[in-house]
């Protein structure tokens, strides 16, 4: 960050330590090497570079919120309407619907919405990612073949979560090392096959 941190807090014996450096501290800043850094992923600020090609006009955080809460509602509901495709067929879609409500309308959500800041813009884009990840893998491994380009989607929407909020990194993890096991055993049964002469 531009904002350097004053000789007060380099001056303390610990200034990593929260009683020490209260009254000195940079809120939400990271402090290294003499340095404040910036704790939010980047991705958000990526995103909106290519808009910035068409128009002067500031978009600001709370307009990113609200685009990531809605893009959190309808990846999960696209994950929902898959897993119910795929193993709930016979049932209705009440018991989805009244969920997607309840998702929209969650006290997080909300709280994010009603105070949306660089902060809530990071944590929404990190978790609308994680979703859409989510619901790519699910549908790349919901049927034989894998399909790659959703592997390949899923995948960049995983990093822009990760590039969002590296806190979501051991969620993250083990999505990633589930896919590994899902691909390693496709792969196995798919040589059996060969070897049986059964594919």
């Not at 350097?4 to 450096?21: A, F, K, R, T």
């Not at 009244?98 to 660089?118: D, N």
């Not at 995983?158 to 590039?163: E, N, R, Y």
Request: aromatic fraction near 12%; proline fraction near 7%.
């Amino acid at each position: 960050l531009y904002v350097s941190p004053g000789p007060e807090i380099l001056s303390l014996d610990d200034p990593y330590d929260p009683v020490q450096n209260l009254p000195y501290r940079l809120h939400d800043a990271l402090l290294f090497e003499g340095k404040y850094y910036n704790p939010w992923g980047p991705a958000p600020a990526l995103l909106l570079m290519p808009v910035r090609l068409f128009t002067d006009r500031p978009i600001h955080d709370n307009v990113l919120t609200y685009l990531f809460c809605l893009g959190i509602v309808l990846s999960s509901l696209w994950l929902l309407l898959q897993v119910h495709r795929r193993l709930y067929a016979d049932r209705s879609l009440t018991v989805l619907s009244c969920g997607v409500l309840c998702l929209g309308l969650s006290y997080p959500m909300t709280w994010l919405l009603a105070r949306a800041a660089v902060y809530e813009a990071s944590i929404a884009a990190g978790q609308c990612f994680f979703m859409l990840g989510i619901g790519c893998l699910f549908r790349a491994f919901s049927a034989a073949p894998i399909r790659v380009g959703w592997v390949t989607a899923g995948g960049a929407a995983l990093a822009a979560c990760l590039a969002s909020r590296i806190s979501l990194l051991p969620a993250v993890g083990t999505i990633v090392l589930l896919s590994c096991w899902h691909v390693v055993r496709y792969a196995s049964r798919m040589r059996i096959g060969l070897l049986l002469g059964l594919t």
